[in-house]
Structures are given as structure tokens and as C-alpha cells.
């Protein structure tokens, strides 16, 4: 049992609604249990293989896939159905309940989070938090604080773990 | 007063629009009409507003504060508020020098700018006023700060409720910015010898490499070059030159490039590069004497020269540092005074007294501190020692602006292996963020700057001096391929250099779009800092592509007011090629230059408010920006729906019926995570409705072969831009027609490879797209 | 520009000073005379910067941000942020006003403001200029624009780094603000047929409880009164006064009431209160159709309305609620579509058509509405079952920003005991953030509303109308004993509703003040909330004391623009008392009234932007103001410190020696935490070096007296403002001088009952005190 | 022993210093350890006779008193020694090394807090935070964000206790 939730240390504050420090079997339990679940994966996941693989595991574990940036470019062969979309985009879209979704089955109810640039993605779910009710996980190496539920700031070789220890709840 | 603009027009011949200096509402209208296909998309910086004593208020879930104001207003409200900011910038720039120039060469100085009749485009559209003396751009200024000041009281408590209003605010803001930097411009380009569309303007020397560190060397820093002038002429009329090192930061630098290169001269100074540079300039120890003027300074430019003994000069009353005004003492007084650290700097507003003080007191100077033996980075034995203090806390990386990896390079140091500062030395902004966190007062950002030494010294590159607007008989020739789309598109790189993963992204933007025969357009820092890279024989693409208004060229118009005349190029295609009427006539040349010219800007590392209000202006216009991840700190998107239908319809104002268009551009404004992203985006959005077949298929090839490059991946959506089997891609044609049959059921004639149905638009050349009901015929 | 007006200036042989439209560095010299004694005390209402992108910055503990700016210089340039923003909301309505004015009158319609020839004190004090007709006005407000756009242009990233010169900066600021002030007043003044100087000017009924709900019901909102002329125009046309209720909210209520009044005239309107009574009104349900203008309006109005069937009606660019334009359709065709709610409102920029609009429509909608059976507040029934809702977490309290205590309100009224919600009543600003935070969507706004009907209706108060401004015979009568101190000062109270402790504090300190034979003059929000409450004999403030310009009088000078003549009424003193040159002699002005006007500034309940741009106006010319406690959240205060001997000191203008004066004022700029603190402080801070002894003996009385009543003690300092035996108060002189033997060591001359030794400062009627060494003798 | 340190919600965020959560036991001690304490008395005790005897108490186990407002009213004839300064002031000669504090006897190290109103005080600790090395300690019913020390927010009958704790700990 990895512990993700002790380090939540921030930079800059954005007001008092804060994300919650999530471990990962929690984080898993509530993809699961999730209806309609989407992973948004950003580009920093090519700087490390092992988060390329571990991305695609919790894709193949039936959780839908937006790739962000340029992310594709790792997972476009790998048969898990990644479409490409920018993030600024995704997160207007997201909060229109017309919206068709990627595959147009339908909008999204839990938006989980891999391999974005903290300043970035903290913006993007900036948006999210105030203007929809969609639930956001964010499983980063850094806590986000404007997600609903975030990791803490995490070592490496911890996040690892930590996203093994997710995927096994999945 | 609106009547008056007519009169004059009516003297003259002008016909003049329905919108001379128009009011906040008065192209309500227009931005609604924009606002309804892009919706404004806020991602708050901060979940409270501050602005009021009733507050702060907390405002998260689109609460409301305590007077009424919700989440998204106000998000619009801070918007507007940075947009103002900016435009006020550039505006009070414009003012400032144009009252310096009209005080020197008098109001009926004529405004000469190149060969054009259009020479102020942007003027011309917003207020009607056709300038023609220093003394009409006064008029145009005023109107400007009217406009601005009731801007700023829309911001105060209580003003305005809806962030749709607000949204048009913005755009009125930034549509005040383009004539502000126009006027700029204008008044510089016409009394400093500035290169007057010019293609062939001189190549300048760039980068921190390039400086003799062993001469007096005198650095300005900057935005407004009307004192800098001074000290150039000083130094030119006391053959200076070859005495000592005059090198700029910002865009006061590309200014000093331009001054007096109108004959063919060669440039008096030399650039240093971007505010990401300035710190690190000063850490250096090089310079003698830092003079400032306005704008993207750094706020401790004093403190942190004062350290390493270099006396400070500023000559504006924007950035006084609270040093005492010496304006009217003698040059020999202040010159002693400085010198002998009585004070570390002066204000000088008298330029005649800067013009001299400056030059003789970096001589004085150079002299002075190198006998002091100033001691600026540390030494490479303190390296390692520096490491060793690091305590791995994290403290630098969390507040380091991109997270860059410092503890890592730290690690290595111990070991003697400073590489990674190297590394560093790039991606990093010199914001010195990570100085201020170390709890252990390590240095980082020396530590990064000693270490890149062998990297600094080989920072040497070329950049072609701004050239000014581009001419009327440039529009002429290359109009009707932009309108058509053979000519792909024009991408226009600009802003400032607060990049996500350092320089060199530009250097690849751009090289890949001008191969692509795209018209690459640059300003600013990102003129700058595409000087500064060589391809592999050793030519910068300053070098590599001509200049001239036409597809696969690269133009630098200039500095930050000069981005007016990439807005002013689109206008003026409306106005030359398309003939439209340009004065008062904002909302139909923005509909046209919407539908018809495929432009596309990018200000990859913006960080201020100028470039905010600089891209609003170019929204107003139908033109899409893009900005860097920092971007997303704007707080504000302008993003469209490609997936919802009724969206994407516009007029045929040949008899008002309604026509489907191609989704895009897809946004006004919006972020992009990478350049890899960016790259195919900047090829689909310069797709326009009025494309003709041949058009179309260039924009297309590009965009699916750079998707495809990048992406590793076709895109999704290209089939949505085929109107008719000739906007196929030739190489891939018969593929394509293969897949819209199986995966989208198109009907496709196999013997004569012709599409039957299937597409929703029909491909009509004659067609006349327009968002403007009143523009079609029988309308008015 | 400036040549132009020093031209003029000598044709009509006026003396212009040194300083006539002066720039951002103008009058830096003063500024930091200033500034050296009150040293600016920063607040931060957050520890971030998030102006650019490089940020947002952690500035915490006086760090620097990614652009090299320090916490310090950051909170000044937030405040400067404020305070144009206040000045420009001011100078933007002038603008606009001034627009209409010449477009309705011409440019030469004359300015008549009273028996004055100094019309524009501030003006001329600041642009040199004597503006004699409205077109005059505008090369004003064209440099109040200019400067403001450069002001505008400093808050940009990279611009100003040191504190002090945005410190300079907010003084030129708050310096603007009152020129535009003064030119939105004189403007409508002399057009609108306001009262013109007039101490008799009418009495106007104010309060929610004035109105009669059962007539149709026309409700203004704002500060601009441009467009609601129109209205009152057509209402009188029509003979319509009596059928209907027409009222107001804010100073567009306070001008209304002095349009045409000059004659006699009684006032058109009523007056409903301030900025805290706006949702309250709207809750009510008894306005049939609001009318919105600008400024200080509550951003949910149209949501609000809207659930109440009412119709809203927006009639300026700076507020337009998202709605359609029908500035040029026919008033029958808009009637039309907002009774039958096909729209919630409309945005109507044509006065002729809003006129007949705004009294049609509300008599319509009051029958629709009756009909409809509109319900807004919750029955008495309704009352204890909201009340058993509350689950007392505590959200209510936690968000309301003076954390009052509802909860216990809740609990009582589950008992049916709604008393405690009565007591909120007064307290509470009508914010509404207590609705936004309950979990339980408990609509504690309305309950408290309900809880207070019987309150309400007894909320009728008696204002008088607006005077504009203080006529020179005025000042002729009563300027000596200002700069003498026989009159012992002039409270200033002014700004908005935003108290710690209820409206009725206001009562009190002015009626003390009266008491005490202080001047006391009101504007604005402050003036309307002054005549809620009566005395034991059922009078209003405004009926109890008369209304010249004279010792214990008590003078409204009229809305928020008419705060300039309070400003104008201390530099008026200078210029005709002491016949003191005004034109574009700023400097010495301020000189004067800093040393010899006993005037004090109070905003008791200052929210606004407006209210600090005033504030720091007042503090340029030297003049005091004290914020209430919400005021720290303006982040900055200006406080002196009286325990540093050298920074009490001026030079004696004879012979430019230097001399002692008492440390008052104590501030420019602080805050109070009650009332009963803050009367002590206004009469200590008038005190003055120019005081003669009976001046100096009033003061002192009062300070000491106002200590005992309301801290309960004698203060520690009293005997630092004491120069001789006659200054002391005459009825404590013997005890007062045994104190002074006993505890100060002083020695004293018992039998004649003389000071031998011990004060620090000389008696000295004759002295001339200046802080401005180039008017001392010989200097110049 | 009374918890002081649990609720520490706020409504608003200044950034990422926000004040320690204390307990009356550890907050006594530290002014008894401080060499130069001041407690700076707001207007806000006069609401409850309770307080102004607590406060009382505490002044009389030797800690100099700065009353502000108007509650040098409830202190003036206790032979405590209370002075009256506004807060405002205070908090700007408090950071002045110079100032020979309210007895002449220099300055101070250790500011306690109690009876003001919270969005006044966190504005006057704001100032103190950001531009001085001052320890200052808030023993007021609600929890003072600015504060280097601060109870958290409490219940009128808790916050008695707490105080009485404080006091036996002094």
C-alpha cells in the first residue's frame, strides 16, 4: 500500500476549495465504479516509457482515451482507441452536456488525468472545478490542486508504484 | 466630433463607414456575431476577487460575490482587465514618442512609412481619419485614451454584469491596442530612419555571444527607443562606435537596429536578446552602465545591478526607481556622481543630457569596475561546493515556473558534472524564482549561467532588422493567392519568450511552415529568438528565406507596436486586392479578412498583457492565436464547437441564403501543449470558406501530412474540409476517395473519380461568405 | 500643449504656475515630501501576483516574483490599480456626461455653478486652465485621459519596480480623479439646473419607507443622471408625478433630486438609499421596471429582476447586461416585448426613446404584476419553517464579511422569535453572499427583509438636496478662521455603505461633530445614510443644523462627482482667502492646505474603487482620511510616525529656517475600528502648525474632551500640541499646568501662570510654515 | 485540555503561509518564553464582560497591553498599564526597529492577539507576515489565517475554556 496523500505542498493557492489527496486504490475503486469514465493523457507521459506502458494498461483495463498534445504519438497503434484532442478543448467541451463525446456515446461523469504539466493542467481543471459538477481524478507525480481528488507531489519511483497499485484496482 | 471625420473624408473623396471611432457598443454587434461560434472558455487563475473592500469574495462553482458579480463576469472582467493593461501599454508608448517626435520635428511632419497609399490601416478602419502629419495622429491618440478610460471604469465595482459584454469590452480593447501600436509605429518609422517596407532592411547581430565584454559595454533595456536614439547619435557624432559595445534587450533593442538603416546603413547596435535574458545579461557582470526606458523591464534591474556596481539610468516616467531626477543637472555632475557611487542611478528625462552621460559613463565606468575586480558569477571550483549546500528540499522546483529538473543537476554538481545545468540553461526563463526559494541561498541562477559559459559565448546569430508594414504593391501581387488559399497561409509569430521547453521550438515552427511555402511573419522577442539558431550550414533562417511579401518568405516587421502591421496586412488585403471601403468600416473589413484571409498568430511564449490585448485585436479581426501552455494563465479561451452544425454557417451575400463552412478556424484563442500539437493546428486553421479548389488541397495536404508527421496519426476530421474530389490531396487521391466510401459513405463515380454526394459543403468560387447579414444583397 | 495654455493664460493675465497639465513626474518632488513623513503601511489582501503569465508569484514575506518585483512595490501598484480604476470610472462618466451635455447645449453653453469666479479650483490648480464654457471641459478631460492611459500603462508587467514611485503614481492618480470629478459636476451643474451653491437648497425624502408600492413603481439605478433626465422630463410632460412613484438608488438618486432645483423647484424624485438597500429593493418586489445607468450597480440586478417579473432597462455602454439594442426601435415596439417578457429587459442608448420607455412601461407592468400576483418576500408563516431548516454549520457566518450572527437569528426564529434578524436588519450591507453559501438554499437575505418590514416602513428620512459647491463669498467669510483654528475644521464624510456597524455610526459622528461647531460636509452614499435618522424631536441632522458654509453647519455638496468640491473648497481658501496663485501651481496649494487647512476626510463605510481614488486626491493636496475598518483591505495606508522627532518639521517661509509643528495630521491614509476611536482622531487630525493660540486652545479642547468621552482617558500626547499657557484649554488651564510641572518637566511660572520651558515648538503667529524650500525667502 | 487546533476553515486564501493551528497550553508557554510580548486588545472583548476579565487576567500575569478601538474603555483604571494605539499604526511600528515601543522600552518579539474582528486583524497580519520577522499568536474565536499562531475557530463556550488554559498556562 503506497501512501499518495502525505505531500500536498503547493506554490500558489487558488481560493479554499481544494483537491482532496486521493490514494490509489481509492482513485481506482472510484474509476470503476464510474459510468461513463474518461483518461486524459497528456504529452509528459513520453518522456518516461514506463508511464507510456502503465497509461496503456489502465486503457486496456476498458477506460476510454483523449490524448492530449502530442501523446497520441505513443498509443495511436496500440489498439486501445486514443483519440487525439486538445486539452483546452476538451475541457470546453466536457462541461457542454451535448456534447457527444469522442466516440459519441455521450458526455462524461469522471475525468481522469496522466501525464499533463502541472501549470497546465492546473488551469484546464481550474475550469472544470468552477464551471461543471464533473468529478476529476488527477493521478500525477504532483498534487493538482484544482482537481477533485489528486495524488500528492509524489518521488518517481513511488508514482510508479503508486500508479501499479491503481491499476490493480481497476 | 465623428461629424468632423466626415467632413474631412467628404474634402478628400473617402467614403466613410458606418463606424468612425466607434464607441464600446458600437460593433456590439460583430463581436456578438463572433461570440456565438467562439464561446468564451475561462480557466481562473484564482478563485476569488480581490478588486473591492466588500471582498475578497470567493467565487468558486460561479458563485456569486458580494456585489452580484459572478464567476464567469468576472473572469471576463480580469480579462478585459489585462487586455486594458496591455493596450495601455502600447498607447502610452505611442503618446510618449509622438509627442517626443512632434516636439522635434513639428505636427506637419509627414508620416512616410514606404510605398503606400494605406499607411495606416488600422487607424483607418477604427476612426475613419486618414493620417497624413505627426499632427493627425494626435486626434487618433486622443480618441484611443477616450476609449480606454471607459474601459478602465467598466472594470470598477458595479459596472458591468455580463460576461458576454465583457467579452465585447475585450475586443474593443484590443481592437484600441492595434491602433495604438499603429500610431507607434507610424511616428517612429517616419522621423528615425527606420527601413520602410523594406525587404532587403540590414541583418543585425544577436545574441548574448556577440558581445566584446573586453570594451565599455553600455546595454539599454526597454521598449521605447526615443531617448536611445540620443545616445546613438552621441556616440556616432564622437566615433564612438568601435570604442565601446552598445547592445539592446527587448524590444528597445530591435529599435535601436532600425534607427538610421532607411539608406542602406549598417546598424548602430547590436541585440541582445529577450527579457528571459536580461537577468542573466546582468548576473554576467558585462555591462558598465544599464539604461532603461518602459516596458518588459525587470523590477529589480536596480537592486541586482547595484550588487555588481553598475549604475542604473532611467529616462521615463514609467519606470523612475525611485532615483532622484537629475534632468536638468549638467552631464559632468551626474557623471561624477555615479561613478563615485554617490547614487546608484539617475532619472534623466532630457535626452540631450542622457545622450551624453550614458556612453561617457560606461567608458568611465568599464575602467572603474574592472580595477574594482567585480566578481559576478562564481568561480568553476565554487560549482561544486554550491552543489554540495543543496539539501534536495524541492523547494526551487515547485516554485520554478515549468518544474524544470534543478535538483537533479544539483546532484551532478557534486560530482563535478554540470551538464545538466546546461540543460537548464535553455528551457530556463531567468525568472529567478529558484534564487528566492532556496532556503539554502544557493544561487541556482548563476549556477545554470556559469555552468552554460562555452553555450552563451557560441549565442550568436542574425536577425533581419524589422522592416516596417508590408506595401501596398506587396499586397497587390500576393493578395488574390491568400484569398485563394495557394498561397497557404500566412502564420505570424510574435510575443514574448516565456516558453514551455525553451527557444529552439520556434526555430522548428517556423522552418517547417516555410518549406511549406507558408508566410512566416515575425515581431518582437520571437523575432529575436529566432535569430539565434543555425541549421547545419551554419545559416539562421533570417539567412535561409527572402523576405518579401510572398509564400515561403520570413519577415520580421519589427518590434512589439510594429505587430499592428501584421493586423494591418490582413486589413489592407481587404482594402488593395478586395477593394472594400477601409475607413469606418471596421465590421465589414473584419468579416472579410474572417471568411477570406487564412492567418494564423502564434505567440508561443506569451507572458504579458500586451500580448493579450494584441491577440484580441486580432480576434476582432476573425484571426486566430495561438498561445503557449503558459497561455492557459490568460484565464480566458475563445474556443469553438466543430461538433455542433448550426455553428458553422454564414451568408452568401450574393442573395442572403445561408451556406455551411468548413470548422474553421476552430478557435479565436486557444492553447496548444506542444509544438507538435501546434504545428498541424497552424495548417487547419489557416483553412477559410472562400479556398478555391487548388487552395483547399495545398491547406490540406499540409495539415494531413503534418498530422500525420507529428502526430504519428491522419486527422479525424480532415474528410469534414472536401467540398469536391480536387480538395483531395493529388499524391493520396484515390486512397481518400477509397476511405470516404468505406468509412463515411460517400458516393464516389470510380470511372470519372468524382464525388457524388456525401460532403455538406458545396465548392462554389463565386460564392461571397459573410457573417453580416446587412452586407448581402437587398439587404440595405 | 502646455505653451498653448500659458498663452492663453497671459491674455487674460492669469499667472501660470510651474506645473500646468503636469506629467507622471510633475509633481514627484512634492510627492515625496510627502511620502518621507507618511510612510505607506502595506496590507496585502493576498500574497500573489497574478498579473502575467510568468505567475502567478508567491510575493510572501517580501519575496520576488518571476518578473523581479517585490511585494512592496507589487501592493502599490495594486493600489494604483484601484484608484484609476476609481479615477477613470470617474472621468469615464464625465466623459460621457459631457458628451451629452455639449451635444444637447453646444460648446459654448457657459459653466454656472454659483457666485464664484474661481469655478474649477481643481482644474485650474491642476491644468492651469480656466474653463469658462462646456467645451472648455473637454481639452480637461482629453489630459485627465492622456495621463490616466499612462498611468494604465505602469500597472503592465515589467514597468515601475519601486514602491515609491507608485506611491508618486497614486497620488497623481487620486489628483485626476478630482479633476474628473470636478468636471462631471460642473458640467451638469450648469445644464441641468442644479442648485448652484445654495445653503437652501431643498430637503428630499429618502428611504425605502417613502415609497408608496401601490402606485407603479420606476426604479433608478447608478451614478450618471444623463439618461433619467429624459425620464423626468417626460414624466413631468405628461402630468404624470402623481400616478406614479419614481425613486432612486445611489448618487443617480442624488442628482435626480437636484435636477431642476436652482429656481426653488421642489425635487422630482425620491431617494431610496445607497448600494446596501439595491437587493433589498429588488427582494422587495415593488419595483415595477429598474432602469440601470453606471457605477456601484449590483451585477445580478437582470438575474434578480427577472425572478421577480420585472423588467430592466440598461441606458449606458459601461452596463449592458448582455441585452439586445433597441436604441433605435419605437418605444410601443419595445413596451411591447418586455410586458409580454418576450425579453427581461432591453439596452436603450437613446434618451428621447428611454424617456417615454422607462414611466410607460412601469405603469403597464404595475397592473400585469399586481394581476400576476408577483410574490417576493416569504410569508410570516414561511419564516419559522426557513428558520428550522438552518442545520447551523456555520456557512452563513463564514462568508458574511462582517461574520454576523445569524445562526442565532435562525435558532431564535424557530421559536418564532424573529427579533434577531430585526437586529441584522442594519447591519447587514445586502450582499447576498449568505444566499450563495447556504447548503440548504435557505434565502437568508429575504427572511432578514421579511423579519424587518415594520423597520422598513419606518425608514423615512429627510437628505438635503445637493448643493455643489462652496462660493467664494463663503470662502471669503469663513477662510480665516479655518487657517486660524477658530473654527476648529471641516469633517468630511464621505463614500459608500459599506460600515462595520450599521448606518447609524454616521449619525452619530456628524451630530458630535456639529455639537462642536466643526463644519461638517457630506457627499454621496454618506449623505443619503445621514438622513435616515432623526432625534428625539422626530428631526433629521439636515433639519436640526443649517447648511452654510460657516462653523457647526452641516452641507451636502451632492453626489459622488461632487466630492471635487471638497478638495475645491480647501484649495478655494488658498487661492481666495490667501490669495495664493492657483493656475498650474499645484504644489504650493497642496503646501498651504497641508499646513493650515484643519480638514479631515472620513469613509466610514468606503467599498469602492471611487472611494480610494478620492482618498489619495485628498492626500496629494495634504488632506487626512480615515477609512473604516473594511478600508484595510485597500492594502496600503499612509501613516506617519510621531515618536521620529525629525520627520515634524517645516521651514519657516520668512527666512527658510527650519521649525518643529505637531505630528497631525498623525496619517494621510488609515483605517478606525469604531466610531468611538475614530472621533478623537478627527479632531487631533485637525489640528494644524498655522493655528493661533485661541485656534489651537478649541482643538486641543475637543481632542481631549472627544478622548475622555468616547476612550474614557485623558490622551498620552496631549501636551505634545501644546505651545504656551494659551493654548491650553481654559477651563483645565491650572490643573493642565500642574501636570505639565508634575509628569513633563516642565517649568512654569505659577504666578503668572506662564509656560517658562519645556514645549518643543514656538508660538509663533507670524511664521510661515512651507515644506517646499523654493517658496522660502530668497530661495527662488 | 481543550483542542484548539481543529477547525481551521477559511473563506478566503492569501497564498500558501497560512498560520499555524495552536493549543492554549503551547501558545501560553511561548509567551511565557518570549523576551518581549506585547498583547494588542481589540474593541470586540467589550461585547462580553467574560472576555474583558480574561484579558485582564492575562495583562496581570505581566504581559504589556496595547489597547485598540475603544477597549482601552474596559482597561483604562485596571493598573495594567494598558496604552491606547490604533492597529493600524501599531502594525506599522511594529516592524520599525526604532520604535521604542509603547513604555519606551524598545521593541517587541511576540504579538498576541485577541478581540478583534477577523477581516480587520488578518489585514493588519498581513502587513506583519509579509514584511516582518515577527512571531505573532491569535487566541481568538476564530482562526486568524495570517497569524504565525492561531487558535482555530471555535465555539463561544470552548474558546472560554481555551482561554482559561491559555491564562494557567502563562
Redesign the interface.
Known amino acids: 500500500m503506497v501512501d499518495t496523500t502525505k505531500n500536498t ?9 481544494v483537491a482532496k489527496p486521493v490514494n490509489p486504490n481509492v482513485a481506482g475503486k472510484l474509476i470503476t465504479k464510474a459510468k461513463r469514465p474518461l483518461m486524459v493523457v ?2 509528459e507521459i513520453l518522456k518516461d516509457e514506463k508511464l507510456v506502458e502503465k497509461t496503456i494498461a489502465i486503457a486496456r483495463k476498458g477506460v476510454p482515451v483523449a490524448a ?3 501523446s ?2 505513443a498509443l ?1 497503434d496500440k489498439d486501445i482507441g486514443a ?2 484532442i ?4 476538451l ?3 466536457l462541461g ?1 452536456k ?3 463525446g469522442l466516440d459519441g456515446q455521450g458526455s462524461y461523469d469522471t475525468i481522469l488525468f496522466i501525464g499533463h ?4 493542467l492546473n ?2 481543471l ?2 472544470i ?3 461543471t459538477d464533473l468529478k476529476t481524478i488527477a493521478i500525477e507525480r ?1 498534487f493538482m490542486q484544482n482537481a477533485t481528488l489528486s495524488f500528492g ?1 509524489l518521488k518517481p519511483e513511488v508514482y510508479l508504484e503508486a500508479l501499479d497499485e491503481f491499476i490493480d484496482n481497476l | 466630433i465623428v461629424g468632423a471625420i466626415e467632413k474631412k473624408a467628404k474634402e478628400e473623396g473617402v467614403e466613410v463607414g458606418p463606424t468612425p471611432k466607434p464607441g464600446i457598443s458600437g460593433l456590439r454587434d460583430w463581436d456578438y456575431t463572433l461570440l456565438s461560434r467562439y ?1 468564451p ?8 476577487c480581490c478588486y473591492c473592500t466588500f471582498g475578497k469574495c ?5 458563485k456569486e460575490g458580494a456585489c452580484g458579480i459572478n ?2 463576469a468576472h473572469q471576463a472582467r480580469e480579462t478585459l482587465l489585462r487586455v486594458i493593461t496591455g493596450a495601455a501599454a502600447h498607447a502610452g508608448h505611442g503618446r510618449h514618442i509622438l509627442h517626443h517626435l512632434i516636439h522635434l520635428y513639428g505636427e506637419d511632419k509627414p508620416i512616410e512609412v514606404g510605398p503606400s497609399n494605406l499607411i495606416a490601416p488600422n487607424t483607418q478602419a477604427v476612426t475613419g481619419i486618414k493620417p497624413e502629419t505627426l499632427g493627425d495622429l494626435e486626434e487618433v491618440m486622443d480618441y484611443v485614451e477616450e476609449q480606454l478610460t471607459q474601459l478602465l471604469a467598466t472594470i470598477h465595482a458595479g459596472q458591468e454584469g455580463a460576461a458576454i459584454d465583457f467579452e465585447s469590452k475585450i475586443l474593443h480593447g484590443g481592437m484600441l491596442d492595434h491602433v495604438g501600436m499603429e500610431v507607434s509605429d507610424l511616428a517612429q518609422i517616419s522621423c528615425l530612419g527606420m527601413p520602410k517596407s523594406d525587404p532587403e532592411a540590414p541583418l543585425v547581430e544577436i545574441g548574448m555571444g556577440c558581445i566584446d565584454s573586453s570594451k565599455p559595454v553600455l546595454v539599454v533595456i526597454g521598449h521605447n527607443v526615443a531617448g536611445v536614439t540620443n545616445i546613438m547619435d552621441y556616440i556616432h557624432d564622437h566615433g564612438l562606435e568601435d570604442k565601446m559595445e552598445l547592445a539592446g534587450l527587448c524590444c528597445t533593442a530591435i529599435d535601436m537596429t532600425r534607427y538610421q538603416t532607411d539608406q542602406g546603413q549598417k546598424p548602430q547596435a547590436k541585440v541582445i536578446g529577450t527579457l528571459a535574458k536580461e537577468l542573466k545579461m546582468i548576473r554576467s557582470g558585462v555591462p558598465d552602465v544599464i539604461v532603461v526606458d518602459e516596458q518588459c523591464v525587470r523590477a529589480d534591474v536596480l537592486d541586482e545591478a547595484k550588487k555588481l556596481s553598475i549604475p542604473v539610468i532611467t529616462t521615463n516616467e514609467k519606470i523612475m526607481y525611485g532615483l532622484r531626477n537629475r534632468s536638468n543637472d549638467s552631464a559632468a555632475n551626474i557623471i561624477e556622481d555615479l561613478s563615485t557611487f554617490k547614487e546608484p542611478g539617475a532619472l534623466i528625462l532630457d535626452f540631450d543630457v542622457l545622450g551624453e552621460v550614458a556612453p561617457e559613463l560606461a567608458i568611465k565606468m568599464s575602467k572603474i569596475r574592472e580595477e574594482m575586480g567585480i566578481k559576478a558569477l562564481p568561480g568553476d571550483d565554487e560549482l561544486q561546493e554550491l552543489s554540495a549546500k543543496c539539501v534536495q528540499c ?1 523547494a526551487c522546483e ?2 520554478c ?3 524544470l529538473p534543478i535538483m537533479e543537476a544539483m546532484r551532478a554538481g557534486v560530482d563535478k558534472d554540470f551538464s545538466k545545468f546546461e540543460y537548464l540553461h535553455d528551457k530556463c526563463i531567468a525568472c529567478g524564482r529558484c534564487d528566492q526559494a532556496c532556503p539554502k541561498d544557493i544561487p541556482v541562477l548563476n549556477m545554470i549561467e556559469k555552468a552554460s559559459q562555452k553555450l552563451i559565448r557560441e549565442e550568436k546569430g542574425l536577425m533581419r532588422a524589422g522592416r516596417g508594414q508590408i506595401s501596398d504593391p506587396e499586397i497587390r501581387e500576393e493578395g488574390v493567392n491568400l484569398v485563394l488559399g495557394t498561397t497557404p497561409g500566412i502564420v505570424a509569430m510574435v510575443g514574448c519568450s516565456n516558453y ?1 521547453d525553451g527557444t529552439r521550438d520556434l526555430y522548428t515552427v517556423a522552418d517547417e511552415m516555410l518549406k511549406r511555402n507558408y508566410i512566416v511573419v515575425m515581431s518582437g522577442c520571437s523575432a529575436m529568438d529566432l535569430g539565434m539558431y543555425k541549421n547545419e550550414d551554419g545559416e539562421t533562417l533570417y539567412e535561409k528565406y527572402p523576405a518579401k511579401f510572398l509564400a515561403g518568405n520570413l519577415i520580421n516587421v519589427g518590434s512589439c507596436v510594429s505587430n499592428s502591421h501584421i493586423t494591418g496586412t490582413a486589413i489592407k488585403v481587404a482594402a488593395i486586392f478586395a477593394q472594400r471601403n477601409v475607413s469606418g468600416n471596421y465590421e465589414e473589413i473584419a468579416d472579410y479578412i474572417t471568411n477570406r484571409i487564412g492567418a494564423v498568430g502564434v505567440a508561443w511564449g506569451a507572458y504579458s498583457q500586451k500580448a493579450a490585448s494584441i491577440a484580441s485585436g486580432c480576434n476582432r479581426l476573425g484571426i486566430p492565436v495561438v498561445v503557449g ?2 497561455g ?2 490568460y484565464r480566458r ?1 475563445l ?1 469553438g ?1 466543430p ?2 452544425e448550426d455553428d458553422w454557417k454564414v451568408y452568401d451575400a450574393r442573395d442572403g441564403s445561408e451556406m455551411p463552412i468548413p470548422a474553421a478556424p ?2 479565436l484563442l ?5 509544438i ?2 501546434l504545428l498541424p ?1 497552424l495548417a487547419k486553421n489557416c483553412i477559410r470558406p472562400s479556398d478555391n479548389n487548388m487552395g483547399r488541397m495545398i491547406k490540406l495536404t499540409h495539415y494531413m501530412e503534418l498530422s500525420q508527421k ?4 491522419r ?2 476530421d480532415w474528410y469534414k474540409f472536401v467540398r469536391t474530389e480536387t480538395d483531395l490531396p493529388l499524391a493520396k487521391r484515390e486512397e481518400l476517395l477509397k476511405i470516404l466510401e468505406a468509412d463515411h459513405g460517400w458516393e464516389i463515380d470510380w470511372k470519372r473519380k468524382k464525388i457524388l454526394s456525401g460532403p455538406t459543403m458545396k465548392s462554389d468560387v463565386s460564392s461571397q461568405p459573410t457573417n453580416v447579414k446587412r452586407l448581402c444583397k437587398g439587404e440595405c
Open positions: 505542498q503547493i506554490y500558489a493557492t487558488w481560493g479554499r476549495n497528456g504529452s492530449t498534445g502530442h497520441i504519438t495511436v483519440k487525439y486538445n486539452v483546452h478543448s475541457g470546453h467541451f457542454d451535448n456534447w457527444g504539466k502541472k501549470y497546465y488551469q484546464v481550474a475550469g472545478k468552477n464551471f504532483n507531489n | 464561446q472558455v475561462y480557466t481562473p487563475v484564482c478563485d476569488q470567493d467565487l468558486s462553482n460561479n464567476m464567469e524541492g515547485m516554485d515556473p515549468d518544474n514551455p501552455p503558459h492557459s494563465k479561451a474556443i464547437k461538433y455542433q476552430e478557435f486557444t492553447t496548444a501543449e506542444s507538435e500539437e493546428m507529428y502526430l504519428g496519426h486527422p479525424d
